[in-house]
C-alpha cells in the first residue's frame, strides 16, 4: 500500500512538474507566439565576425535554430516630443490654410516616425484639403494597414475615406467605407 | 543715339577715302588731317559708347550662371534621434565643423564620452529659417537620450544644415558660390587690396603709381615679380575679355576699366571681384570666388576664416596653379606670409596678429574632405530626376537649390559595407577576383526616399553607374513575385510544392530541364520552404501553373515598368534588372503592398529659397495587404532558416528582417535584396567582364549586406497583422491542420477561408501521436509500473 501509494505520489509529483514546464499562461489578448526570449543556438555575434570565405551552397544550409517568423503583436507607437511638435505646427498650418507648410512638416514626422498612423490621418487630410483624393486616398490606406488592433483609429481612417471619397465623386466607394467605420 | 550713328557711316566711308588720297597726292592738308582727327574722335567715341554698353549690359544683367546647389538631407536632431555620437561626428565633418575642446563659434563642435556641444550654423530651409544656436546634446548606445540648448531648456527638434554634395554646372564648368561683400571678412578685402592694388581707393581704374611702383619692383628683382594691373583691370580681363595676351585685348582693357569705374562704385566692382577670381581646379571643375575657395581650401564657410587663411586665398590669385597650397605648399606659404608682411607693413594688422598668422600652418585641408561631389551615383539619379522637369540651362545657371533625400551617414556606412568586402574576398580569392565590382541602393522602404546610392566600388568615380545602368539578371530575386502570384491565386503558404524534376517542351520545341542549385531534387515542399530554400524546380512549376502574363503583371504592380518577355526562363530570373528597379520592387513588398516610387528629390527652390517644385510622398496599393503579408512572412523564412539564415550571425535576433538572396546561372551574379522596417539594402557583385564568381548571392552580396545592416540603427521589420489573416499550427509534412503538441508541427498564416480543412492524423487519432511530451509520460508510467 506505501508502496503504491509512494508511486502514486511521486508520478503526481514529477507529472505537476512536468506540466509547469510545458504550459505557459493564456494570454487572451495575444495571439499565440513562438517564445522568442531564448537565446538561439547560434553562436553569439563576434565584435568582428571572421566569414567563411565562400558560404555553402544556399539550399543546403543547414536549418538555423533563430525563431522563424510567427504572429507578431503590434507594438503601440510612442511618439516623440519632435513628433508631436511636427504634428502640432502641421495642424497650425493646415487650420491656417497653408497647406504646404503643412505636408512638409508631416513628412518631416513621417520620416522620423514612419509607422505612426496619425501622421497618415493628417496627412490624408491635408491632400483632402489640397483636393488630391487620389493621394489622400492612399495615405489614409497606409494608414489603415498600420493602424490594425486600434479600432477606434480604424473607425476614424474609415470615416475621412469616405468623405475623401464623397468628395471625390466616388459614392459607391463612400458607401464601402461607411459600411467599414460602422464595423469598428 | 540714332543721330550719331547715322553720320559715322558717312565718315568712315571718308576715313577709308583719305589713305587713297594721301597715296595719290603725298600731301595731306590741314583740313584732312583736321578730318581724320575728328572722324578718329568719333571713332573712339564710338567705341567707348559700344564699350560703355557692354559693360553696363552685363554688370548689371545676370553676371555669372551660377550652378544649382545640390544638398543632403538635414540631420534631424531629437531626443531619441537614432543618431549615434560617432554619426554625428560623420554628418560634421561633412559639414566642415572644427572639433575643439570649446564650441564657442558657429561650425565648431566639441565631445565628451556621450555628450557633444554644437554651435550649428543656421540654415534657411524653404519652410523656414533654422537659426544658428548652441546645443547639447546627451547620447547613450541607441542616440540621442536628450537635446537642450544652452540654457538647459529640452527643445524638441533641431535641423542641422544641410550638407553640400554636389552641383550642376555650366558648359564652362565654372562653380562658384557667390557672396556679398557685407559678408565677406574685412580682412580679406584690405589683404586683397594691399598685395594687389594697394591705390584701389583711391584710382579711377589704372594706377600710374601702381605700374610705376611694379616697374621698379621688377627691375630691382631683374625679373617680372609685380604686374601694374590694377583690381579693376583684373576683372575687366577675366569678366569681359579673353584670356588670350594680345595687344588689342590690353589697349581695350585701359578704356574698359575707366568706364566700369566711371558707373559704379568701389565696393560694387570689388564684390563682384570677390565672385569672379579663379582660384583653382578640381578635375575638371573650376573653383571661382572666395566664397567657393574658402570651402574648396578649408572645408569652412568664408565668414569662418581666421587671417592666415585670408591672406593665403589672397594671395593665390596672382597665380592659383603656381601657389597651389595642395601641390606646393612651400612655395604657398611663402606667398601667404609676403600677404601677411604687407598687411603689416601698411598698419592693417598688429606685431602680434602678424606673428601668430606666420606661423600658423597653412591648415589645408585634403581634397575630398567636404562631400561636394563625393557621391556621383546619387547625384546622377538627382540628375536624372531633375531633367525630366527642368531645362539645363536652368539648372545650370539660375542658382537653383535641389534639397536631396541623400543620408551621408548612411552613405559612408554603406561604401565602407561594400568596400571591405569586396577587398576581403579578393584578398581570399586572389586574381580571379581582379575586376570584382559591387553597386548598391539603399532606401528607407517606408517613405520610398533613395538613401545612399553606389555605383562602382570606387565611390568616387564619376563613370558607369551600376545601380541604375548595370542590368544584369536578377537570379531568384524574382521569387518573390513567383510565389506573390501564386499565392494570389488560392495558394497558401502550406500548400505542398513538388519540387521533383521534369522537363518543360517550349512553344518552339525545345526543351528545357530546370535544376536546383545543390542539383538534387525534392519530393513535396511547403511553399514557404521552397521560396525559404530557393528550389528552382518547384518555383518553375508553381510560376507555369500560375501562368507566365501573371507573373509578369505581379512584377509590374510591384513598381518594374521595363518591358518583360513572357519566356519560362523569367521565373528563374533571366530578366536583367539594374539595382535601383530590385529597390522598387521590393519597397513595394517591405511597404505592404504599396508601391512607393524611389524618390531622391524633396524639393527644389529658386536662388531665394522659394518653393518651385516639391516631390511629396506618393503611394499606389497594388498588392492585398493579405498577400502581401504571407510573402513578407516567407521572405523573413529565408533569412531566419533559409538561404539568408546567416544574417544571426551579424544582427540581434530581435531585429526582425526579411530578404532574398540571388544567383545567377554559373555564378556571374550576386545579389542580395532585403529590408527591416526602416531601411531596405540591394546588393549587386560581380565582374565587368561576366566572368564567373566563386561565391553565390549568399557568400558575396550578402555579405556586404549583413555588414551595411549591422551599421545601421535597425527597426525590426514587423508587418501590421490584417484582419482577415489567422495564425494555426499545421502538420509540416502533409501541411494540414496539425496542433502545437504534435510533432513537425509549425505555426503559418492563412487569409480566412483559405486554411487546410483537413487534420493530421496527430490531431484525429490521438492515440497514436508520438508527441515527445507524451511520450515522456508514457515512458515515466512504465517506470513506475
Given amino acids: 500500500m506505501t508502496n503504491s501509494a509512494l508511486r502514486f505520489f511521486m508520478t503526481g509529483l514529477m507529472l505537476s512538474m512536468l506540466a509547469a514546464c510545458s504550459t505557459t499562461p493564456y494570454q487572451p489578448s495575444q495571439p499565440p507566439v513562438d517564445d522568442r526570449s531564448s537565446e538561439p543556438t547560434l553562436p553569439q555575434p563576434p565584435e568582428t565576425p571572421a566569414y567563411p570565405p565562400v558560404e555553402d551552397a544556399p539550399a543546403e544550409q543547414p536549418r538555423s535554430a533563430q525563431p522563424a517568423p510567427s504572429p507578431q503583436v503590434q507594438t503601440p507607437i510612442k511618439q516623440s516630443p519632435a513628433v508631436v511638435a511636427l504634428l502640432d505646427k502641421a495642424e497650425q498650418a493646415r487650420v491656417s490654410g497653408d497647406l504646404r507648410s503643412a505636408q512638409n512638416n508631416l513628412q518631416r514626422a513621417q520620416r522620423i516616425a514612419p509607422r505612426d498612423p496619425k501622421v497618415y490621418y493628417s496627412l490624408a487630410q491635408t491632400h483632402m484639403s489640397l483636393e488630391d483624393y487620389d493621394l489622400a486616398e492612399q495615405v489614409a490606406l497606409k494608414g489603415v494597414s498600420l493602424s490594425s488592433g486600434n479600432n477606434v483609429l480604424l473607425k476614424r481612417f474609415w470615416q475621412l475615406l469616405t468623405e475623401i471619397r464623397l468628395r471625390a465623386g466616388d459614392v459607391s466607394g463612400a458607401e464601402v467605407a461607411k459600411l467599414r467605420a460602422q464595423k469598428y | 543715339m540714332a543721330q550719331k550713328k547715322a553720320p559715322s557711316k558717312k565718315r568712315t566711308r571718308s576715313k577709308n577715302s583719305s589713305p587713297r588720297r594721301k597715296k595719290q597726292t603725298g600731301f595731306i592738308s590741314r583740313s584732312s588731317l583736321l578730318k581724320i582727327a575728328f572722324t578718329l574722335l568719333v571713332l573712339l567715341g564710338l567705341l567707348t559708347l559700344f564699350l560703355d554698353v557692354q559693360i553696363r549690359s552685363q554688370f548689371e544683367g545676370k553676371r555669372w550662371a551660377v550652378p544649382a546647389k545640390v544638398y543632403a538631407r538635414p540631420l534631424e536632431l531629437y531626443a531619441g534621434a537614432p543618431v549615434s555620437l560617432s554619426d554625428l561626428k560623420i554628418e560634421l565633418k561633412g559639414l566642415g565643423y572644427q572639433f575643439r575642446s570649446k564650441a564657442a563659434q558657429p561650425g565648431q563642435a566639441a565631445f565628451s564620452s556621450s555628450k557633444a556641444i554644437i554651435a550649428t550654423r543656421g540654415f534657411r530651409f524653404s519652410d523656414g529659417m533654422e537659426p544658428a544656436r548652441k546645443l547639447i546634446l546627451d547620447f547613450n548606445a541607441e542616440g540621442v537620450t536628450r537635446l537642450r540648448d544652452y540654457q538647459g531648456q529640452d527643445v524638441p527638434l533641431v535641423r542641422l544644415e544641410p550638407v553640400l554634395i554636389g552641383g550642376i554646372y555650366p558648359l564652362n564648368n565654372e562653380d562658384r558660390d557667390l557672396i556679398q561683400l557685407k559678408d565677406a571678412p574685412p580682412m580679406l578685402s584690405e589683404a586683397l587690396i594691399a598685395i594687389e592694388d594697394r591705390d584701389f581707393y583711391q584710382h579711377h581704374g589704372i594706377s600710374p603709381k601702381g605700374i610705376a611702383r611694379a616697374m621698379v619692383a621688377n627691375i630691382k628683382a631683374g625679373s617680372f615679380v609685380q604686374g601694374g594691373s590694377t583690381l579693376t583691370q583684373q576683372l575687366i580681363k577675366n569678366f569681359y575679355l579673353t584670356s588670350d595676351r594680345s595687344l588689342v585685348r590690353k589697349l581695350l582693357e585701359i578704356p574698359m576699366a575707366l568706364l566700369l569705374e566711371l558707373h559704379y562704385d568701389k565696393d ?5 571681384y570677390l565672385n569672379e577670381v579663379y582660384l583653382g581646379q578640381d578635375g575638371a571643375r573650376a573653383i571661382h570666388g572666395f566664397g567657393l575657395g574658402a570651402h574648396y581650401f578649408f572645408a569652412q564657410p568664408l565668414q569662418e576664416l581666421k587671417l592666415h587663411q585670408l591672406a593665403l586665398l589672397a594671395g593665390l590669385v596672382k597665380g592659383p596653379s603656381y ?25 592693417k594688422i598688429t606685431q602680434q596678429q602678424y606673428q601668430q598668422a606666420r606661423n600658423a600652418s597653412l591648415d589645408v585641408v585634403e581634397k575630398g574632405t567636404l562631400l561636394k561631389e563625393a557621391y556621383p551615383a546619387f547625384l546622377d539619379l538627382v540628375k536624372r530626376q531633375l ?5 539645363d540651362e536652368d539648372l545650370n545657371s539660375e542658382g537653383l537649390r535641389v534639397y536631396t533625400s541623400l543620408d551621408p551617414i548612411t552613405q559612408s556606412h554603406a561604401e565602407s559595407s561594400l568596400k571591405s568586402t569586396i577587398t576581403s574576398l579578393q584578398q581570399h580569392h586572389g586574381s580571379k577576383l581582379k575586376s570584382l565590382q559591387g553597386s548598391m541602393v539603399v532606401t528607407d522602404p517606408q517613405t520610398g526616399e533613395v538613401l545612399a546610392v553606389i555605383g562602382d566600388k570606387n565611390t568616387r568615380y564619376k563613370g558607369f553607374n551600376r545601380a541604375l545602368d548595370s542590368v544584369r539578371p536578377i537570379g531568384s530575386l524574382v521569387k518573390p513575385a513567383v510565389y506573390l502570384t501564386a499565392l494570389e491565386q488560392g495558394k497558401t503558404l502550406a500548400s505542398m510544392v513538388d519540387d521533383s524534376s521534369f522537363t518543360l517542351t517550349l512553344p518552339n520545341g525545345q526543351t528545357w530541364k530546370p535544376k536546383n542549385f545543390s542539383k538534387q531534387s525534392h519530393e513535396d515542399v511547403l511553399l514557404i520552404d521552397a521560396l525559404a530554400h530557393s528550389y528552382n524546380i518547384a518555383t518553375v512549376r508553381l510560376g507555369m501553373e500560375a501562368g507566365l502574363d501573371e507573373v509578369i503583371n505581379t512584377l509590374n504592380r510591384l513598381g518594374i515598368k521595363r518591358k518583360l518577355d513572357a519566356y519560362p526562363s523569367l521565373l528563374l530570373g533571366a530578366q536583367g534588372l539594374s539595382p535601383l528597379e530590385v529597390a522598387t520592387m521590393y519597397q513595394t513588398i517591405a511597404a505592404n503592398g504599396f508601391q512607393t516610387p524611389a524618390r531622391a528629390i524633396r524639393t527644389v527652390t529658386d536662388s531665394h529659397g522659394e518653393a518651385l517644385s516639391s516631390y511629396p510622398f506618393q503611394l499606389r496599393q497594388t498588392i492585398d495587404a493579405d498577400d502581401v503579408y504571407l510573402i513578407q512572412t516567407a521572405m523573413q523564412e529565408v533569412t531566419h532558416s533559409g538561404t539568408a539564415a546567416s544574417i544571426y550571425s551579424s544582427l540581434p535576433s530581435h531585429i526582425n ?39 553565390t548571392g549568399s557568400g558575396g552580396a550578402l555579405r ?15 508587418a501590421p497583422l490584417p484582419d482577415d489573416i489567422k495564425w494555426l499550427w499545421i502538420d509540416t509534412q502533409t501541411g494540414l491542420l496539425s496542433a502545437q503538441e504534435c510533432e513537425h508541427s509549425r505555426q503559418l498564416p492563412f487569409i480566412s477561408g483559405t486554411e487546410p480543412v483537413e487534420m493530421s492524423e496527430c490531431v484525429t487519432q490521438p492515440g497514436q501521436q508520438s508527441n515527445p511530451v507524451t511520450r515522456s509520460l508514457d515512458w515515466i508510467k512504465d517506470w513506475f509500473q
Fill in chain 2, 323 to 347: 601657389y597651389d597650397p595642395r601641390r606646393h605648399p612651400e612655395r604657398a606659404k611663402n606667398r601667404r606670409n609676403l600677404v601677411l608682411k604687407v598687411l603689416y607693413e601698411q598698419d
Fill in chain 2, 387 to 391: 531633367r525630366r522637369d527642368y531645362r
Fill in chain 2, 704 to 718: 556586404v549586406w549583413k555588414n551595411f545592416m549591422r551599421s545601421q540603427p535597425l527597426d525590426s521589420f514587423e
Fill in chain 2, 657 to 695: 528582417t526579411a530578404g532574398k538572396t540571388g544567383t545567377t546561372d554559373d555564378q556571374r551574379d550576386s545579389w542580395f535584396a532585403g529590408f527591416s522596417n526602416n531601411r531596405l539594402a540591394v546588393v549587386w557583385l560581380g565582374q565587368d567582364d561576366n566572368s564567373p564568381l566563386p561565391f
Fill in chain 2, 268 to 272: 560694387d566692382i570689388l564684390e563682384a
